[in-house]
Structure formats: C-alpha cells, structure tokens
C-alpha cells in the first residue's frame, strides 16, 4: 500500500512537470492530486520563467542582440495549463484550451536537442506564408473563399473561441499600452492559421478604413453590403455573416453612429514619429496616438464592435485589425529607413502588464515583446500595399482624381436611403427611421465597457444631431 502511494505521489510529480494536456491521460486518482497543484497554480501570478531567463542570458550574453535568432521555450511554457496565464479570467471550455494549445505548439518547433520538450518559435508559418490584401482586392472568387472558411469556424467553434480570447484580463494587458501592438500582431496570425488549416489559400485579408473615410458619405460604402461584410443598420440580416449569434444576441451595427473612421491623416501624423513611445500609451501625445486613432472605427462600426469585451465577435474586428497591424507595420520600416531605429527592441520600459518581458495574456508562450520580434513580417506574412492612384485595381474602388485618393464604390442604397450626408437629417422621417431602428437594434444589446474614441466627425448620426442643435443655437 505503501509502495503504491509513493509511485502515486511520484506519477503525480512527473504529471505536474510535464507538458501534455493532462486530462486526455491521467487516471481518476492521479487528476485529483494534479487538479489540486493546478488550481493553486492558477490562483498565482505568472511564476518566474525558466526559459524567459535563458533566453535573457543567451540574448544578453553575446554582443548585440539578434532578435531573429528563434527563442526557446520548454514546452511547458505553452500550455494553458500550467497557470502561466491567468485563465481563470476566461470562460473558457476544454475544446478551446486544446485548441489554442494545438496551435501555438504547431507555431513552435522542436529543437532537436536533447530535451525534446525544448521549443522554439518557427521561423515560416506551418501553413505557409501568407499575403494580405485589402478586401476589396480580391478577386470575387477569393473573397468568398475567405467567408466560407469564416463560416467554417463558426459552425465548428473555433470563430467563438478567439472571439472569448479578446476580453477579461486582454482588456486591459492587451489594450492601453505598448503591447496593444504586439498582442494583436500575435493574435491575428493564430487566427489566420487557424484559417489556413482549413483552406491553406486563404490569408487574412485588411479593411482600409481610409478608403471609406475619403468618400462623400462613408456610411454608404460597399463594404457594408451582402457581398461584403453585410449591412451595417442594426441586425445584420444580409452578407456571409447574417444572423450570427454572439453571447450578448445577434450580430449587430450601427454604422456612422459616432467617432471617425481611421484616416490617411492619422497615418501621416504617425509616420511623423521615430520612437514607439511617441505613438503608445501612455506616452503618445493624442495627435499621434495610434491606439486612440484606433479606438474610432471600433466606435464608428457600433454594436458588438464597440464593446472591449465584444468586439471580436465581429468580423470586421478581424480585417480592422489587420489594417491596424498594416499601419505599424508602414511605422516599423520608416523607424529602419528613416530613423535608423530597430523596431524589435523598441519597446518602451514599461512596468506592470505592459512590461516586455510579461507572459502575453491567452497566448501562453509568448511574451509581450515577442510581438515585436521582425520574424513576423519577414518570415510569416507580409502586406500588399493599399491600393493607390492612378489605377486602384478594384471593380470596388475609383481613383478620385482630384483628391488624387482611391474611394470606395457606393453600395445600392436601400429606398429613401440618402447618398450624401447632408441629406441625411432633412431627408425627413424615411431616411431616419433606417437610424433610428439601428440605434434601436444596438440599445438592445449589454455591450459592457465601451472603446472610446475621437470626437464625433460631422458625417455621423451624433455629428450631423451636433450641427443640427448648433444651427438652432442650442448647445453653444
Ligand atoms: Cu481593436
């Protein structure tokens, strides 16, 4: 009895220590004792890392740092169970801890050393690299696949899952700071692998909101039309999105509501600036305050979108940030060109859940300045440019020649559904019934805690109500 115990408390040790998922092999007796070290684990603060020490001596030890060297990671570093990560703060099922665990052990390589548990990250993506466009550049054919795969991880869960990973503790580690950039980058190219496990010729494609923002009237843009995301004025009914679920209730918008679409202007001012801190928080000053620019669209889109903790459920949250991802990534290259800054060790001295050297939030294996690290552009994806004059290279797209800038096409607009923006408050009761029931639709929705963005532009529901009190004197 007593040799039994002792080999019990031996196989428990070892099943602590090591890294598979545990439940898939344990027995009954042995989960107990190693449930009760993980819930201990998991009430603690991310523990000192072995592996994030020895890559700080070996970056440290020779000379200057050549970040593209891969970074080793004892598998146990990874894994969601091992209460590196707070966890708890997810609602989260087995089937999506496996999930994201499969992926970011498929984004990591053996090492071949001795210690096969060792890791690094991969130097190419496991599903090749990936070319991203913007959307209305690809072909009708190639954006349907796109929304097929979407439709995929809805129906299977998989679309949830990374849905539930943006909130709780990202919240706040991922957002309000300088790992807003990174945690993204990190975040995105799982979801686009797990896109490419399933239709390995698809890559994520980005929303250029400036494109939308340079028309006469951005709420008419063709991107919120059954062809593209769907309409965007209230429930989403129409689109390869209709009727989705999320769990605060059905897809959701209310496009042109407030706030501003992302504009070339903010673009300028950025690339006006050398250093990270100049365009983070809680450094940035607002005029280059990349993350706040960032905030407007998310305002600007509404429903779901315009919840910190909702906002993925939204696909466009997904193309958005990979336009958000295309920005830095134009900072990234003028810091090298222009600058003679080297993007991937920039990262500002912050302490507390910003800090470089934290374990990222839900993407355990990772730390925060790992979304830093060029390997990510230079190896696993890169970005096709936003289209530009003369030639726009889109049925959806024209090139305004006197402003010398690509703009949307127009959706056909529903009956009574005004084209300019001026139109849109004398119009009368039709035209404002379309945004009355879409504020309506959002008003049924418990958002939760909001993204708050740069002040209402005047082409918005709340700009054009500013004008029309201003204009009766009102609110001076
Ligand atoms: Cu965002």
Redesign the pocket.
């Known amino acids: 009895m007593e040799v039994l115990q002792k080999i019990t408390a031996l196989l428990c040790v070892f099943a602590i220590t090591h890294a598979s998922p545990l439940e898939t092999f344990l027995a009954p007796e042995l989960a107990d004792c190693v449930n009760s070290f993980s819930s201990l684990a998991n009430t603690t603060v991310p523990k000192a890392s072995v592996s994030a020490l020895d890559i700080k001596q070996r970056e440290n030890g020779g000379g200057p740092i050549v970040e593209d060297v891969a970074i080793d990671y004892a598998g146990s570093e990874f894994m969601w169970k091992e209460g590196r990560v707070r966890w708890e703060d997810y609602n989260i099922t087995k089937t999506d801890i496996d999930l994201v665990n499969d992926l970011l052990e498929s984004m990591m390589t053996p090492t071949g050393v001795e210690h096969s548990r060792s890791k690094r990250q991969s130097v190419t993506p496991p599903t090749g690299r990936r070319i991203r466009r913007e959307y209305r550049r690809l072909s009708d054919g190639e954006r349907n696949a796109f929304h097929t795969v979407l439709q995929a991880m809805k129906t299977n869960g998989q679309y949830n899952t990374f849905a539930n990973l943006h909130r709780g503790i990202v919240t706040t580690s991922a957002h309000r700071g300088p790992n807003f950039l990174g945690w993204?980058r990190v975040y995105l190219a799982l979801f686009e692998e797990a896109i490419r496990r399933i239709n390995r010729q698809v890559s994520l494609p980005y929303w250029d909101t400036t494109l939308d923002f340079d028309m006469v009237n951005p709420a008419t843009t063709i991107v919120f039309s059954s062809a593209f995301f769907g309409n965007g004025d209230g429930r989403v009914t129409t689109g390869p999105f209709a009727n989705w679920e999320t769990p605060i209730g059905r897809l959701t918008r209310n496009i042109a509501g407030g706030s501003t679409l992302f504009t070339k202007a903010n673009i300028r001012s950025i690339l006006t600036r050398c250093r990270t801190r100049e365009i983070t928080v809680p450094t940035a000053l607002p005029q280059f305050n990349f993350e706040s620019f960032?905030n407007g669209p998310?305002v600007w889109v509404g429903g779901q979108m315009s919840g910190t903790n909702t906002?993925a459920h939204d696909p466009v949250?997904f193309l958005?940030?990979a336009f958000?991802d295309y920005v830095w990534e134009l900072f990234r290259v003028h810091q090298l060109n222009d600058c003679r800054v080297d993007p991937s060790t920039d990262y500002p001295p912050v302490l507390g859940e910003h800090a470089p050297n934290r374990a990222m939030d839900g993407l355990p294996g990772y730390r925060n300045i790992d979304g830093y690290r060029s390997y990510w552009t230079q190896n696993w994806y890169s970005y096709e440019s936003s289209p530009s004059c003369p030639n726009c290279n889109s049925p959806y797209l024209r090139c305004d020649t006197a402003h010398r800038v690509c703009v949307s096409s127009q959706r056909t607009l529903a009956r009574d559904e005004p084209a300019t923006v001026g139109g849109w408050f004398s119009y009368g009761a039709a035209a404002n019934s379309i945004f009355s029931q879409a504020r309506d639709d959002v008003a049924m929705l418990n958002i939760g805690p909001l993204?708050i963005g740069p002040p209402a532009e005047p082409r918005t529901q709340i700009g054009q109500e500013r004008l029309r009190l201003s204009r009766m004197g009102v609110g001076k």
């Open positions: 993204h960032h998310h906002a949250f958005f940030h958000i993204f």
